[in-house]
DNA sequence: CTTATGACCCTGA
DNA sequence: GTCAGGGCCATAA
């Protein structure tokens, strides 16, 4: 490592890859859904998955429509009896997508770029 | 359907 | 520097 090798501290890679992460899922249009590896693809960072749900879970953006990314599976990633998984099947049912069995028909409602 | 395994990424202690 | 954990993913059994 060296010492004299970061001039600005709060620089770092990962603070870039959130907004463009974050950038990436502003741009999914109500009633359509996005599983964290499409975002992170999308963003042009494969294999960010992982890091996708850790940066929504940390942004507090209002505007920021978390709800609409779930897993590949199709399901929402929080536990059934949660709070935010009541939170976040409610608001996806206001935009119109159903749930079958706890499951987004992906197929229909997944979101192209 | 569940469980296991390997992969890839960042954070915080 | 190591280690555990997280809104993950794909494949295999």
């Not at 953006?61 to 599976?73: E, T």
């Not at 536990?79 to 099947?89: C, H, L």
Request: proline residues 5%; positive net charge.
């Amino acid at each position: 490592m060296r010492s004299n090798d970061s001039p600005t501290p709060k620089n770092s890679k990962a603070q870039e890859h959130r907004e463009i992460i974050i950038f990436t899922v502003k741009q999914i249009p109500a009633g359509k859904v996005a599983s964290h590896g499409q975002v992170a693809k999308a963003s042009g960072l494969p294999g960010y998955a992982r890091f996708v749900g850790n940066c929504l879970k940390q942004s507090t953006a209002s505007d920021l429509p978390w709800h609409r990314v779930i897993n590949a599976q199709g399901k929402i990633s929080f536990a059934e009896n949660s709070e935010k998984y009541k939170t976040q099947q409610q608001r996806l049912r206001d935009e119109g997508i159903e749930f079958i069995n706890n499951r987004v028909a992906m197929k229909k409602y997944r979101w192209q770029p």
